[in-house]
């Protein structure tokens, strides 16, 4: 499976939707592939919830992504929250066996973001509260343009 973990910044959308629909969202961990148990992977996610009271990100600069810097983003500052759950997060999928899709781009090399979505951007130097994530299949079927919601976790409430 083609899959990636994001925080959705308003509500997850219920199901299957199309690429050119994703909701705002941060990615948590870059695109990867897994060819193991879907609920084995669910039942780690679920688990990880667990440890992670609801936190704040905060919106800094602006800054173009991807290969031909042609994607506008709004990088999310770095606090040791949201480091400690990236890190603790891509620790227990990595014993999985993932494979990144974009490996120059992922584990230790990636940097917080929210892709601009439909013209809409996150304001700069605004609080963002993460209440959770959710695993996405960004290929269902085998299908690029079709995305699936899998499983969405929320975090403890503060």
């Given amino acids: 499976m083609d899959l990636v973990i994001v925080c959705f910044i308003d509500n997850p959308p219920s199901s299957i939707f199309q690429s050119s629909q994703w909701p705002m969202h941060m990615t948590l961990i870059p695109p990867f592939s897994y060819d193991g148990s879907i609920n084995e992977l669910n039942e780690l996610l679920s688990n990880f919830s667990k440890e992670f009271i609801q936190f704040s990100v905060t919106a800094s600069e602006r800054a173009l992504f991807g290969p031909n810097k042609d994607i506008p983003v709004t990088i999310i500052k770095q606090n040791e929250v949201l480091q400690g759950c990236y890190i603790k997060l891509l620790n227990l999928i990595e014993k999985l066996g993932i494979k990144y899709k974009y490996p120059s781009i992922?584990?230790?090399n990636y940097h917080f973001h929210i892709t601009d979505q439909r013209g809409i951007k996150v304001p700069t130097n605004s609080d963002i509260?993460?209440?959770?994530?959710?695993?996405?299949?960004?290929?269902?079927?085998?299908?690029?343009?079709?995305?699936?919601?899998?499983?969405?976790?929320?975090?403890?409430?503060?």
Avoid at 136 to 146: A, N, Y
Avoid at 148 to 154: E, R, S
């Fill in 129 to 158: 509260l993460l209440t959770g994530f959710s695993l996405v299949d960004r290929q269902v079927k085998g299908q690029p343009g079709i995305k699936q919601v899998i499983k969405t976790l929320k975090f403890v409430e503060k």
């Fill in 106 to 108: 992922s584990g230790q």
